[in-house]
């Protein structure tokens, strides 16, 4: 029976997937632990871009980072599954059956012991349990409910094509998500117009509702203006203090009474954690369920449980729900563990914000840094939008290392030459 720390982290998402080949290429490789990964899928992908996967302007097939292929190089153990079960006091965890798409089981379920329980499963987008909205509405906080939403999103512009028809489309959240979402499915229709999809921009009527004051609250208010601008410039219409209080299959109603009619909606507004996270019933958890944890990232009543990303809450200073804010508690954490399993303390977590940044597709952009932002017009707007794309590319650095992450940023050129600019299956 081997003797090494056994670490288990459910979730591969940004905090997960760092943490994981960290600890697998530094502890796992030395012999050192044992590091095994859990997650429900196979493959990572960058939530940032779920907005380009739903629209269909970036493909996902290229985005994706198997689990397997990244275990078996960075020294960790990869098992499928969803989270079924946590047992504190033998510090095991249980899996759900693994099932194939027809239903069929092809793993039952199984136990896996831990001596460090990392968690970093996410959240996801807070209907508020209004109602019509989770049967009514798309949510797009994962790659297999961006995939329905572009499934959709392509039929009903053929359709409307065919029928020479107009195509409505509501998105309610104008945070990043929602506003980035709406700007690129504009993009989407002016890429399918090089290969023959001749939907008329102005048959494409696309509102963005954001119960605020204004859009993207999380940055300057000059962003914010200037965004919504635009948008607008697009002729995505924008309505802000709009109160959503329902949805039905035609569309959403409105606080004051009025409609906003819609065969594609979108729900892309709040944050709570994922329903996961109530199997941790005998720990501390905020309003809207993530774990509660202390600076280190211990969870306020197991030392040996840390919780990472979305689904924490630090109470003394919260934190954004950010991948910015994801990946540096998992760089901070993962360069802890060695001193803290040979008995030495977990220095506090701090939060640097080093910014942000919205791009609205090929069209404008945005920054920020501290007091300062930047963007808008071509050359800054582009500046902005390069440096969407280099988080993207730091984060396969972290994965893959410097030699294989150039090595796909140069597959990503040659893949664009090759392929559609836009999704058309």
């Not at 107009?166 to 945070?175: R, Y």
């Not at 989407?188 to 290969?195: G, K, M, P, Q, T």
């Not at 958890?285 to 630090?314: E, H, N, W, Y």
Request: glycine share 10%; hydrophobic share 45%.
């Amino acid at each position: 029976m081997s003797d090494r720390f056994r670490f288990v982290v459910v979730g591969g998402g940004i905090a997960g997937m760092e943490m994981a080949t960290y600890l697998g290429n530094t502890l796992g490789r030395a012999g050192l632990a044992d590091v095994t990964l859990i997650d429900s899928n196979f493959f990572h992908v960058w939530k940032p871009m779920l907005h380009e996967f739903a629209a269909g302007t970036s493909p996902n097939e290229r985005n994706r980072i198997s689990f397997l292929a990244q275990a078996s190089r960075k020294s960790f153990k990869f098992w499928p599954g969803a989270l079924a079960g946590v047992d504190r006091a033998a510090r095991a965890v249980e899996l759900a059956p693994l099932q194939d798409a027809d239903g069929s089981i092809l793993l039952d379920q199984r136990s896996l012991s831990y001596d460090a329980l990392i968690v970093s499963i996410g959240s996801r987008a807070n209907d508020f349990g209004m109602p019509g909205i989770a049967e009514h509405c798309h949510f797009i906080d994962n790659l297999t409910e961006a995939d329905a939403f572009n499934a959709d999103f392509r039929s009903l512009v053929l359709q409307a094509i065919g029928q020479s028809s107009s195509l409505q489309i509501a998105i309610v959240g104008g945070g990043a998500t929602g506003v980035e979402l709406a700007a690129e499915l504009h993009r989407a229709l002016d890429l399918s117009a090089n290969y023959g999809l001749g939907m008329d921009r102005a048959d494409l009527h696309v509102t963005l509702l954001e119960a605020g004051p204004r859009i993207l609250p999380a940055f300057p208010e000059p962003v914010s203006e200037e965004s919504r601008r635009q948008l607008e410039a697009l002729g995505i219409t924008v309505h802000t203090s709009a109160q959503v209080t329902g949805a039905d299959a035609d569309g959403f109603t409105l606080g004051d009474g009025s409609r906003i009619e819609a065969k594609l909606k979108v729900w892309a507004a709040g944050v709570k954690a994922p329903a996961a996270t109530a199997l941790f019933s005998d720990l501390e958890r905020s309003r809207s369920g993530q774990l509660m944890v202390r600076p280190t990232l211990q969870t306020t009543l197991d030392d040996r449980i840390f919780a990472l990303g979305d689904c924490s809450f630090i109470a003394d200073k919260p934190v954004p729900a950010t991948a910015q804010a994801a990946r540096q508690q998992a760089r901070h954490l993962s360069r802890q563990m060695k001193g803290w399993i040979a008995g030495a303390p977990i220095a506090p977590f701090r939060y640097r914000d080093r910014g942000a940044v919205v791009s609205l597709g090929d069209y404008n952009g945005w920054g920020t840094l501290g007091k300062y932002h930047f963007g808008g017009g071509p050359l800054r707007g582009l500046s902005a939008r390069l440096g969407h794309d280099m988080l993207y590319r730091q984060h396969q650095m972290e994965i893959y290392g410097p030699v294989r992450a150039l090595a796909a940023w140069g597959a990503d050129q040659l893949d664009e030459f090759v392929r559609p600019s836009v999704r058309l299956d």
